[in-house]
């Protein structure tokens, strides 16, 4: 990312909003935000397979595997505001299981983009469908919307939940079922 060029547009963009980007408090203003954009959409020019890679363990558990509340922060693509909220995995190993601290920065990964909380969560399962072979991969997201608390609907308490199931957590009520009451229960302390 050229943070100069995304600089020159943010003190453009400053004029455009009716500010003096000229004003003391205003002065390092585009240079701060172009290396915020730069760190929230760090994700572009991240690889989640070599994120993964080397913290994938061959193991021969077949027990579901369970993650709570992985924090997601992201930007929505329709308003580029904040979303955040909490991520929840689960997922059964065939062969091989993946390194906790890896899925949250598989997670930040997905989230440093523009982003939909739907898409977000579905590409989370995939890559760790991708990477472990699961039997099946749950994952279930909460988050709020800047977007929606902050303008005219203000919706100050929705919490948007969005899911992605594969596998046998797709094909068996049973396994979903589990997993949704492992991390449904346990969400209730
Ligand atoms: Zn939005």
């Known amino acids: 990312m ?17 500010e003096d980007p000229n004003r003391e408090g205003l002065a390092r203003t585009p240079q701060r935000v172009a290396e915020a954009y730069a760190y929230l959409t760090s994700g572009y020019r991240e690889d989640p397979e070599a994120i ?8 021969c558990s077949n027990n579901m595997i369970i993650c709570r509340d992985i924090e997601v922060y992201s930007l929505c693509e329709h308003h580029m505001l904040p979303f955040f909220g909490r991520c929840h995995v689960g997922y059964i190993a065939q062969s091989h299981v ?8 598989l997670v930040d990964c997905y989230a440093r983009r ?11 399962a995939q890559a760790i469908m991708d990477a472990t072979e699961a039997e099946g991969v749950g994952v279930v997201m909460e ?18 939940t969005t899911s992605s199931v594969l596998g046998s957590f797709h094909d068996e009520e049973a396994t979903r079922m589990e997993f949704l009451d492992l991390i449904g229960r346990e969400m209730r302390h």
């Open 114 to 124: 523009l982003q939909i909380q739907e898409r977000l969560t579905a590409h989370v």
């Open 52 to 59: 993964i890679n080397g913290a994938v363990f061959e193991a």
């Open 143 to 160: 988050c709020r919307h800047l977007c929606m608390m902050m303008r005219g609907v203000a919706k100050q308490n929705s919490l948007m």
């Open 2 to 18: 050229n943070t100069e060029r995304v600089a020159e547009l943010i003190h453009s963009l400053l004029i455009e909003l009716g």
């Open 98 to 105: 993946i390194g906790l601290s890896k899925l949250a920065r």
